[in-house]
């Protein structure tokens, strides 16, 4: 008997398969990041395509297979349209999502970093957003997915460095995403910042 699996997932990446499949990099609520592939969603007439695009929260359905895990339904919970019609909010994202999945490796639940998505997207869908915003926006994003991951450095160590900046790395440790704007940036060394942060920083900031 198939057994079929649901559960909420954003599409952090998709690329093409064969003729007209599609593999997605979905993380999910209950389940953490998963490969699922999509059978024959490039086509004008499948019924997955309205709930399969980057950066959508949708409700998924699938089941597991011998070698993969396919796609059986796919509806749209959320597609924040201000986020959509930005291009720097879109650069943003996909830059959050190429460093996640490139941190987390295996399949497993974990709601802190769920949460850290989610309240990203919905961020990025406020009506304004300054670029100082985004900038921030990226160092808590950064900071917080690498701790959940468990590859932040010590603080302990960037204090011995940098005390400045140890203090305003603890900040986004300690604090959510709705306080962000009230961050001040002024006097970080931002060379040593990313020096510390195994080079992640770097490639969410570069231009």
Known sequence: MTVHYRTQGIILKKQDR???DRLFTVFTKDFGKLKLQAISERKITSKLR???ELFYLSEL???QGKARKTIT????VERYPLLRNSFERMRAM???AEV????IKGQERDEKIWNLLKGTLSFLNRSRLESHDLKILAYYFLWNLLSYAGYAPSLE????????IAEF??????SNIESLQNIDTQGINETLLRTISQEHLSKVLQN
């Open 169 to 174: 790395i603890g900040m986004f440790l300690e």
């Open 61 to 63: 359905e699938f089941i």
């Open 157 to 164: 160590q960037i204090a011995a460095k940098d005390a400045r």
């Open 94 to 96: 996909q830059r959050f």
């Open 18 to 20: 064969g003729e007209a």
């Open 100 to 103: 996640t999945d490139e941190l």
């Open 50 to 52: 309205g709930g399969l």
């Open 73 to 76: 339904d796919a509806t749209l």
